[in-house]
């Protein structure tokens, strides 16, 4: 009985040479995409993007505020009351010193009939730059 090839020598003798695929860095917060609510993935190493820290939590904490909002019509009450709804969930990070956000920062705009997205623009402290979340 003859001993089966080494992968070296036999047909996959043409894989040796190539270079092992990058490893996907490991990072303390994943990115998530505001439309869809789910992780972001890198095409190259199917590892996690990354998102700072404060970045995510502005995200979900204003995610969750205009979802607790919806329903209903989009008049200038429910505009007003969904924007004092996202500034009153981004008072923790605000107090903890996380992020800075000015008074005319929360805006929500109207793309198309019947759709209501909230932007917010924050300056983020630990990184020193301003950053904004767009919501659908």
């Given amino acids: 009985m003859a001993a089966p090839p080494q992968y ?5 003798s043409a894989f040796a040479s190539l270079p092992a695929p990058p490893r996907p860095v490991i990072h303390s917060s994943r990115s998530i995409t505001a439309d ?3 992780y972001e993935l890198d095409p190259v190493t199917g590892g ?10 502005v995200l979900i904490v204003v995610t969750k505020a205009q ?14 009351k969904t924007r004092r709804a996202i500034r009153a969930a981004l008072e923790p990070l605000i ?4 992020i800075t956000v000015r008074d005319d920062a929360v805006e ?23 950053q904004s979340v767009q919501l659908d």
């Fill in 8 to 12: 070296s020598a036999g047909p996959y």
């Fill in 36 to 38: 869809t609510a789910e």
């Fill in 48 to 57: 996690n993007l990354p998102m700072s820290s404060t970045a995510q939590r």
């Fill in 67 to 80: 979802h607790d909002q919806r329903g209903g019509f989009i008049t200038d009450p429910d505009r007003n």
């Fill in 95 to 98: 107090k903890d010193g996380s």
């Fill in 108 to 130: 929500l705009v109207n793309p198309s009939q019947g759709v209501e997205q909230g932007v917010v623009n924050y300056k983020s402290i630990k990184q020193g730059i301003d």
